[in-house]
């Protein structure tokens, strides 16, 4: 009966050190879990600091360019071909070949500026609406000089008159397909 009893309590206490192995590995690998969950919240919070620091930069570069915006020269079409017509009879050169040259000149000289295409879009709609509508027998003005009136407005003056209407930052935004933070910021710039 003893032998019986030996082996049982032999038998219960290779079991309990099975037991006992088993529940050390799962602490193992639980430890092991939690130090990789600490690894990957420091690399998220890195991320998100790094990717805070470059909105930031962007932010400011956005800023200086809004402050050294070029304003574009106003020069007539009229009196501009004519100084072109009066080199060309001083050169002696053909027209075509002096016009060819003077294009690829002004492309090197001028900066080419980007519209977006919501302001395009308004401008050549507003264009197309003044030629449509004929000419009031009352005003005296000329087509040309109506279109010249109803210049195109910017992305910023349309902003400003916007917040003026009382529409928030997010509204503006949303109707001329923006950021909220860009709309926030030009804002900012012209209070």
């Known amino acids: 009966m003893t032998t019986i009893l030996i082996a049982v309590l032999f038998v219960l206490q290779l079991l309990s050190f099975y037991f006992i192995i088993i529940l050390n590995t799962k602490l193992a690998k639980f430890k092991d879990l939690e130090k990789k969950q600490e690894r990957l919240m420091r690399e998220m919070d890195d991320s998100i600091s790094l990717y805070l620091a470059e909105m ?7 800023i200086q360019a809004l402050q050294v915006v070029p304003k574009p020269e106003k ?16 050169q002696g050169k053909p027209l075509s070949q002096a016009d060819s040259e003077q294009k690829d000149a002004s492309r090197d000289s001028e900066p080419r500026i980007l519209m977006p295409k919501n302001i395009v879009a308004n401008a050549y709609s507003r264009q197309q609406q003044v030629a449509v509508t004929p000419v009031q027998a009352t005003t005296s003005k000329p087509v040309a000089v109506q279109k ?9 003056q349309q902003i400003v008159q916007m917040a003026k209407q009382g529409k928030t930052a997010e509204e503006i935004a949303k109707q001329l397909q923006k950021g909220k933070t860009e709309i926030e910021l030009l804002l900012k710039f012209h209070s």
């Open 56 to 62: 930031k930069d962007e932010n400011n570069r956005l």
């Open 75 to 90: 020069t007539t079409g009229i009196g501009q071909q004519s100084k072109q017509l009066n080199v060309q009879k001083d």
């Open 148 to 156: 010249e009136e109803q210049k195109p407005i910017t992305l910023e």
